[in-house]
C-alpha cells in the first residue's frame, strides 16, 4: 500500500521537478474515468463490511434484543452499548475526515499578480528580491508551464488534478484527490481513526469469535465472525505501517513527494535533516495546528496560507505556541 502510493506520488508530481516523464495522457485519463470511482467504492465497501459484521455479529448479541427484559444480562448488555457508542463514534470519525479529505480543495498557487509567470522574463536567484528556498538548478525561480505560475516552496504540479498543488504530499487515488497543504490534516486524521478502530474491532471482537469456535454455531456465524476478524487484523496492520509513515514524515517536515526525490536521487534519507525542518514540535504544528489537544480532532488547522514555510535559516523558533503563533505573522510579512 505504501509502495503503491509512493509509485502515484511520484507520478503524480509534474514536470520541472527533475522528474520522469509520466506517460499517462489526459485523454486516457479521461477516458478512464469511471476507473477514479474503484479506489473509493473499494475503502467505503470495506468500511461497510467491518460495519456489518461488527454491528449484526457482535453487538447485536449483546444487546439482546429478543430476549425478554427480565431475562436479559444486565451486564452483557452494558458493554454492548458502551462498545456500539464507541464504535459508532469512531465510524463517525472516519466519514467525516474521508468526506472531508475528498472535498476539500488541498490549496493551489494564488491568482495574484506576485504569482504569475513572466514568460519573457524568469526570475532569477540573483535579483534576491524572492524569498524562496528552492530553486531551479539554473538558478531561475521555480515555476509551472502548465499553470503560468511561479511556484511556491515544496508546492508540485499534480497531472490528475491538473493543476499545482500547495505543499503536494501525494495524488491519493483512495480520495480521489490531492493531499496538500489544506486537506493533509483529514487525511493524516483518516488514517489515524482507520488505525485505532481496525485494532478496536479486532479486539472487541475477539470475544464473539472465541464463543463462536468454541460453541455449536451456525456456519454462517462462524464465517462472517471470523472473516470480520481477520479483515479487521489486516486492515489494522496496513493502516498502522502507513500511518508510522506518516508520522515519521511529519516529524521531520518531509512529504511523500520530498522522501520519493530524496531516495531516487541516490542520497538516501538516513542522516538526511529537510531545510523545513524546524524541531518536532513545530513540524507538528506546521500540520496538525497550534493546539496539541486539538491534534487528533479535525478542527484547528496550521495558521499559514500554503506558501512561505519556516526554514532552518528563518528560524524564529519558540516552543511556546503563542510564540508560533507570532512567529507564523513575521513569516507572512518577510
Ligand atoms: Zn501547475
Ligand atoms: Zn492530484
Not at 491519493?172 to 478496536?200: E, Q, R, T
Request: proline residues 4%; neutral net charge.
Amino acid at each position: 500500500m505504501v509502495n503503491s502510493l509512493l509509485m502515484q506520488a511520484d507520478q503524480a508530481a509534474g514536470p520541472g521537478d527533475g522528474k520522469k516523464e509520466c506517460h499517462v495522457s489526459v485523454h486516457q485519463v479521461d477516458r478512464f474515468k469511471f476507473a477514479i470511482l474503484l479506489p473509493p467504492l473499494f475503502v467505503l465497501s470495506i468500511i461497510g463490511c467491518l460495519y456489518v459484521v461488527f454491528v449484526c455479529w457482535h453487538l447485536e448479541p449483546m444487546l439482546q434484543q429478543n430476549v425478554p427484559v427480565e431475562k436479559r444480562n444486565p451486564d452483557v448488555l452494558l458493554r454492548g452499548q458502551v462498545e456500539g457508542a464507541l464504535f459508532h463514534l469512531l465510524t463517525f470519525m472516519i466519514l467525516y475526515c474521508y468526506i472531508s479529505a475528498v472535498i476539500t480543495h488541498p490549496g493551489t498557487v494564488p491568482n495574484t499578480a506576485e504569482w504569475q509567470l513572466d514568460w519573457d522574463q524568469p526570475q532569477h536567484k540573483e535579483q534576491g528580491d524572492v524569498a524562496a528556498n528552492e530553486w531551479k538548478r539554473t538558478g531561475e525561480r521555480r515555476y509551472c508551464k502548465w499553470c503560468g505560475k511561479y511556484k511556491p516552496d515544496r508546492c508540485h504540479h499534480c497531472r490528475v488534478c491538473k493543476q499545482c498543488i500547495l505543499r503536494m504530499d501525494h495524488h491519493c487515488p483512495w480520495i480521489m484527490n490531492c493531499v496538500g497543504y489544506h486537506n493533509y490534516k483529514y487525511f493524516f486524521l483518516l488514517v489515524w481513526y482507520s488505525a485505532v478502530d481496525c485494532w478496536y474491532i479486532a479486539l472487541s471482537m475477539l470475544t464473539s469469535v472465541h464463543k463462536a469456535v468454541n460453541e455449536e454455531t451456525e456456519f454462517t456465524d462462524l464465517f462472517m465472525l471470523v472473516f470480520g476478524e481477520t479483515l479487521a487484523i489486516l486492515m489494522g496492520f496496513l493502516v498502522v505501517l502507513f500511518f508510522s509513515f506518516h508520522i515519521w514524515l511529519m516529524t521531520r517536515a518531509t512529504t511523500t513527494i520530498e522522501f520519493c526525490e530524496k531516495s531516487t536521487k541516490g542520497d538516501g534519507v538516513s542522516g538526511w535533516k529537510s531545510a523545513y525542518d524546524v524541531g518536532v514540535v513545530r513540524n507538528i504544528f506546521e500540520v496538525l495546528g497550534p493546539t496539541p489537544w486539538l491534534w487528533l480532532l479535525p478542527i484547528s488547522f496550521p495558521e499559514g496560507d500554503g506558501t512561505s514555510f519556516f526554514t532552518v535559516d528563518k528560524e524564529v523558533v519558540k516552543s511556546r505556541a503563542s510564540g508560533y503563533k507570532r512567529d507564523r505573522r513575521s513569516l507572512r510579512e518577510s
